[in-house]
């Protein structure tokens, strides 16, 4: 059992999300809340000056990138243990989670029973899942790069945006969104369809048959 408390930080856009972790990690033994954040750069900036043990990572921030942003903490503070407590379901993007330096990986249908559980397991420096992450993992990978990718609604619109052409700030006028924003679900997209540029994702997409 740990003497000291260990420091956890959460970094969601969603502010009920913060709440509720909140609300549930806050009295627990052994944990301290170090802090909550709804930008990838303002928890950047905290770690930098803080010490982090544990750090309950969504993937899809205002922005950033979850996935690159958890290579920049493992860069920044290598002790600190990342969780990423996520909707996102691929196997590809757990995978680049743990390449990236992960410790584990969540789903936001989990229990409050099993992300105790989790952050314990991290803790202790044990690679951990959700029971539902467990599942997925342990499905078959067969045809699983055939596969084709699995959008939001969303991401679908901007992708047909981008096949025609439009600026990131076009888009975002057309769609009522931030530059911002459009610009992490276009990173969001390069990233499910594991490409480097617009021109590989409009083919990846068009072989697939979604634009």
Same mark, same amino acid.
């Given at each position: 059992?740990?003497?000291?408390?260990? &420091?956890?930080?959460?970094?969601?856009?969603?502010?009920? @999300?913060?709440?509720?972790?909140? +609300?549930?990690?806050?009295?627990?033994?052994?944990? *301290?809340?170090?802090?909550?954040?709804?930008?990838?750069?303002?928890?950047?900036?905290?770690? +930098? *000056?803080? !010490?982090?043990? @544990?750090?309950?990572?969504?993937? &899809?921030?205002?922005?950033?990138?979850?996935? =690159?942003?958890? +290579?920049? %903490?493992? !860069?920044?503070? $290598?002790?600190?243990?990342?969780?990423?407590?996520?909707?996102?379901?691929?196997?590809?993007? %757990?995978?680049?989670?743990?390449?990236?330096?992960?410790?584990?990986?969540?789903?936001?249908?989990?229990?409050?029973? =099993?992300?105790?559980?989790?952050?314990?397991?991290?803790?202790?420096?044990?690679?951990?899942?959700?029971? /539902?992450?467990?599942?997925?993992?342990?499905? $078959?990978?067969?045809?699983?790069?055939?596969? $084709? /990718?699995?959008? &939001? +609604?969303?991401?679908?619109?901007?992708?047909?945006?981008?096949?025609?052409?439009?600026?990131?700030?076009?888009?975002? =006028?057309?769609?009522?969104?931030? $530059?911002?924003?459009?610009?992490?679900?276009?990173?969001?997209?390069?990233?499910?369809?594991?490409?480097?540029? @617009?021109?590989?994702?409009?083919? /990846?997409?068009?072989?697939?048959?979604? @634009?």
């Amino acid at each position: 059992m740990w003497t000291d408390k260990a &420091t956890l930080a959460i970094v969601d856009d969603h502010l009920i @999300v913060l709440e509720g972790l909140q +609300k549930l990690l806050t009295d627990l033994d052994g944990i *301290e809340i170090a802090g909550c954040f709804t930008l990838g750069a303002t928890f950047i900036a905290f770690l +930098k *000056e803080n !010490k982090v043990d @544990v750090v309950l990572l969504d993937i &899809t921030l205002p922005d950033a990138n979850g996935i =690159e942003l958890c +290579k920049e %903490i493992k !860069k920044i503070s $290598p002790h600190t243990h990342v969780l990423a407590l996520s909707n996102h379901s691929q196997r590809s993007m %757990i995978l680049q989670m743990l390449q990236n330096g992960a410790t584990g990986y969540m789903l936001k249908n989990i229990s409050s029973v =099993e992300l105790i559980t989790c952050i314990n397991d991290a803790l202790q420096g044990r690679i951990t899942f959700s029971n /539902a992450v467990k599942e997925i993992m342990a499905q $078959p990978t067969m045809n699983e790069l055939d596969a $084709p /990718a699995q959008l &939001t +609604k969303r991401e679908k619109e901007i992708l047909c945006l981008i096949s025609q052409g439009l600026t990131t700030p076009v888009i975002a =006028e057309r769609l009522h969104l931030s $530059p911002l924003t459009v610009e992490t679900h276009r990173k969001n997209l390069l990233q499910k369809f594991q490409v480097k540029n @617009v021109a590989s994702l409009i083919k /990846a997409a068009m072989d697939q048959g979604l @634009v």
